[in-house]
């Protein structure tokens, strides 16, 4: 029986980080999982599975049923049932592409209204002030590489390890890479991954341009244009963990890593 139990906690691990990525909270996770292990529950039952109160489950099964994964009987008390794993990804991955696409095409007249509102309202002097951010979890992080890279006009350098590289690669930022190194722009990666011409350039075809060396595993970087600068953070042995790097365009840190990385 503790065998079973440990079974199911480690599923439903898994299967609740995967299903809180598209939306869902987690106790609507929660609750999703126990109907689609035990295939039809009740309000009580479901309770007394996820030990949510009987009040709160109602409402995330109102909450499932509108987005349309969850469906309940006439019976009383009624039941409920979750579609199959496989079945409420896809849908949820269509409402989440359905909701972007609508974002993305009223992003302009949004735009206006807030510059219109910019004319209106009292504001700070623009500074020259150095930022940061710390950025956590591969979507964002390779979201704020693409835009780092669209925004290039000179110069791309990198010092990356074999981890980075499978990173990038998984996601499709060499292709980025590519795109701009053919207008003219020079890309640059420094690694000591004995693989990563062709993880970077398929087949050589690109002129990004890969050098072998032997750096720290420590350092693990970006830098744009001598303006911007990415610094992978290390990840730990945990493969669970989450991606996570420092960004900043402070030109003393820019410069400083520059010296490091010219050292190699």
């Not at 592409?97 to 510059?115: A, C």
């Not at 730990?236 to 050292?263: E, P, W």
Request: hydrophobic share 45%; with cysteine; glycine share 4%.
């Amino acid at each position: 029986m503790a065998f079973i139990e440990n079974r199911i906690a480690e599923a439903e691990k898994t299967i609740l980080a995967e299903l809180t990525r598209l939306d869902l909270s987690h106790n609507e996770a929660k609750v999703m999982f126990n109907l689609m292990i035990r295939k039809n529950l009740t309000v009580a039952e479901l309770a007394a599975h996820t030990g949510i109160a009987r009040t709160e489950v109602y409402r995330y099964l109102e909450s499932l049923l509108a987005k349309g994964i969850v469906h309940t009987t006439f019976d009383r008390p009624q039941r409920y049932y979750a579609l199959p794993y496989k079945d409420a990804i896809d849908h949820l991955v269509q409402l989440r592409m359905s909701t972007l696409r609508s974002v993305s095409e009223k992003k302009d007249d949004v735009n206006r209204i807030i510059d219109t509102l910019i004319g209106s309202v009292a504001q700070n002097p623009e500074g020259e002030n150095d930022a940061y951010q710390v950025i956590i979890g591969e979507d964002a992080l390779v979201a704020k590489l693409a835009r780092m890279i669209a925004k290039t006009e000179r110069e791309v350098t990198m010092i990356l390890h074999h981890e980075e590289l499978a990173l990038l690669g998984r996601n499709d930022v060499f292709a980025h890479l590519r795109k701009l190194a053919s207008k003219g722009v020079h890309v640059r990666i420094k690694t000591s991954f004995q693989r990563a011409q062709e993880l970077v350039n398929v087949r050589g075809k690109s002129p990004v341009r890969i050098e072998k060396i032997s750096a720290p595993l420590s350092l693990n970087c970006m830098i744009c244009d001598d303006k911007e600068l990415v610094i992978f953070l290390n990840k730990g042995k945990a493969a669970q963990q989450k991606a996570k790097v420092f960004y900043t365009n402070s030109k003393l840190m820019v410069a400083a890593f520059r010296i490091l990385i010219d050292r190699f």
